[in-house]
């Protein structure tokens, strides 16, 4: 399939706003995919290479991608670095040069969607010594047979900043409509997608075997499941209100998501962002070989830095020791941990996300051994609100944040937010209970003490309709001088000096980046903001929201992708929320 034609798609994408317009485009777009080029035309749509979980990271950073544009141009590199800053977006400023500086006829070579994908991907995977220069050689050669049109979508997906405005269930309900024959046949898609995180497999099993062999899909080994997630409520009598009668409470540990795969000997771990974090946790590994009884499982639990000698649970910050890249055994002797472990998804052959709760606890209970490192996560049945209130008191003391309070009878949801898991955590009178994770978007120079250093960053929540980062807050409290030391660090390679596409705000930072860093924040309150775009007009016409008083809390979530932070959705809520205990006081 020729580039050319996809690259018309996303220019016609790009100019539409309309989801049911977006839709058709897109579905157009997968009819003349040939089926052995649709995971691929999924992948890159998505802004991507491979599923998240193979961890490919695209891996061109701006300065890389002038380069290329420099050579491939034939201008001189402050000419090309000019024209992006003027332009605000790589992509443009690659489609203003090359258009002036070549004649579209006289390309011989098309460009096919598979060698830009191939190519991509040979740059993706290119590391070590020289590799600069071998991903910079590629692009060019690329770019030297490339349309001005299909270069500014080369480089912006190799830079990572491709914005079509293109959720995954945006390219979920246009597969279903090209493929299965109408958006209702969605559903289907939209559960295989969510138990094997695979999106391009999906839409090429829908194009190859139709409703049917979507609907066969079950729970793989080796392929992990998007986690089922928790709502909020601000009481336990609310939760009773919205549950029903009897519910199922459970400790929430404050420690790091695992999805653990077992095959025999074989352990894979899996972490909430579904990257393989198998080599963080060895001594994870030799637990679930001895005492997850079952050949074969796939399973869920927290795994949590404890104190030896006191059986005490440790705080989240304990864990990221174990995310150095070297030294695991050293971090692993230092820092010890332990597993609760609270789903069972699959075991023996049997997809166990389509059964009850209660059932798959029962079954969880009887393969997890009791021991000092393994068990269930501590859990109690009730149906009155001061046993709720006792147990939260109780989970609080022995370390935890707070409770999962979950519905019996709930199937696992893969991929959901809903209310058939509800979390609990203490109320403080003066703060949001819950925290907010955020993606760091851009800094501001510090002054005084902090002159030299970037001493605030400006923080954007999750528009998953839109596929943006829209901003919330400035964030400047709660950061130790390490931490500041350690963020320009960690930024580096994501640091671009125009706003990425990708990016809504009303603020100009002295830098912007790309999505990347996740932090999380605890602030006062939220409130209305005209700075702010995230949920622009959702509640007031003209306003956006905006974190009041917020501050890091010291916790950098490497666990979550920026697509994971918080919605804007969830952000609406948590105002509403906010409202109704104010008139309830
Ligand atoms: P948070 O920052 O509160 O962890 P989150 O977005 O990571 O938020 P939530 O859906 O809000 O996820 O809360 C569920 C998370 O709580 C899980 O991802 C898991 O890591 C953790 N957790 C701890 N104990 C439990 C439990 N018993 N059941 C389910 N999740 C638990």
Request: glycine share 8%; aromatic share 8%.
């Amino acid at each position: 399939m020729n580039f050319s034609l996809i690259v018309e798609s996303y220019e016609k994408l790009e100019a539409t706003s309309g989801r049911i317009e977006m839709t058709e485009l897109l579905a157009s777009l997968v009819r003349q995919t040939p089926k052995g080029e649709l995971t691929m035309l999924v992948y890159l749509t998505q802004g991507k290479l491979r599923p998240d979980y193979e961890g490919v990271e695209l891996g061109v950073a701006e300065k890389l991608a002038l380069r290329a544009l420099a050579t491939a141009s034939g201008l001189s590199p402050e000419k090309v670095r000019k024209a992006y800053i003027v332009e605000g977006d790589i992509g443009s400023a690659a489609q203003k040069l090359l258009e002036r500086s070549r004649q579209e006829s006289l390309f011989s070579q098309r460009l096919t969607l598979k060698l830009v994908y191939d190519t991509l991907l040979k740059i993706a995977k290119t590391s070590g010594e020289g590799s600069i220069e071998t991903k910079l050689r590629e692009l060019v050669k690329l770019l030297n047979d490339a349309t001005a049109l299909e270069a500014k979508y080369i480089l912006r997906t190799a830079m990572g900043v491709l914005r079509l405005g293109v959720a995954d269930y945006t390219i979920l309900d246009a597969s279903a409509l090209a493929l299965l024959g109408g958006k209702s046949q969605r559903h289907a898609l939209e559960r295989a997608y969510n138990i094997t995180s695979d999106l391009g497999y999906v839409v090429e099993l829908a194009a190859r075997e139709g409703l049917k062999g979507v609907e066969k899909v079950q729970v793989q080994l080796g392929k992990p499941i998007r986690p089922m997630l928790a709502e909020r409520l601000e009481s336990a009598e609310a939760i009773l209100d919205k549950m029903g009668s009897e519910v199922a409470m459970e400790y929430k540990l404050d420690g790091e998501r695992l999805q653990v795969h077992k095959r025999g000997d074989n352990v894979e771990l899996f972490s909430r962002r579904l990257e393989k974090i198998t080599h963080n946790y060895p001594d994870v590994v030799q637990y679930v070989r001895e005492y997850v009884k079952a050949t074969d499982a796939i399973l869920e639990g927290e795994v949590v830095a404890v104190n030896t000698d006191t059986g005490e649970y440790l705080p989240f910050q304990e864990l990221m020791h174990r995310r150095r890249k070297h030294g695991v055994d050293e971090a692993m002797k230092q820092y010890p941990v332990a597993v609760n472990f609270f789903e069972l998804l699959f075991i023996k052959g049997d997809d166990y996300t389509n059964k009850p709760y209660s059932f798959r606890r029962k079954v969880l209970e009887s393969v997890i051994g009791v021991t000092k490192v393994t068990r269930p996560v501590p859990a109690k049945r009730t149906r009155s609100v001061e046993e709720i209130e006792e147990y939260l008191e109780q989970a609080i003391s022995e370390g935890c944040e707070g409770l999962v309070v979950k519905d019996p009878n709930a199937l696992y949801r893969a991929g959901a937010r809903e209310f058939s898991w509800i979390k609990l955590k203490r109320e403080y009178r003066s703060e949001l209970t819950d925290t907010i994770d955020l993606v760091i978007i851009g800094a501001f120079h510090g002054r005084g003490r902090r002159a030299g250093v970037y001493g605030t960053y400006l923080l954007a929540a999750y528009d998953n309709k839109r596929n943006i980062f829209p901003s919330v807050t400035k964030v400047g409290t709660g950061f130790t001088d390490q931490d500041l030391e350690k963020f320009p660090k960690i930024l580096k390679e994501f640091e671009t000096h125009v706003k990425p596409p990708n990016i809504e705000s009303g603020l100009v930072p002295d830098i912007w980046y790309r999505p990347h860093m996740v932090i999380e924040t605890i602030a006062s309150e939220i409130t209305l903001s005209p700075i702010h775009p995230a949920a622009m007009g959702s509640i007031r016409k003209g306003s956006g929201l905006a974190l009041r008083f917020p501050k890091f809390t010291g916790k950098i979530r490497t666990d979550k992708s920026p697509e994971d932070v918080t919605t804007v959705s969830e952000l609406v809520k948590m105002y509403k929320m906010q409202l109704k205990k104010v008139e309830a006081k």
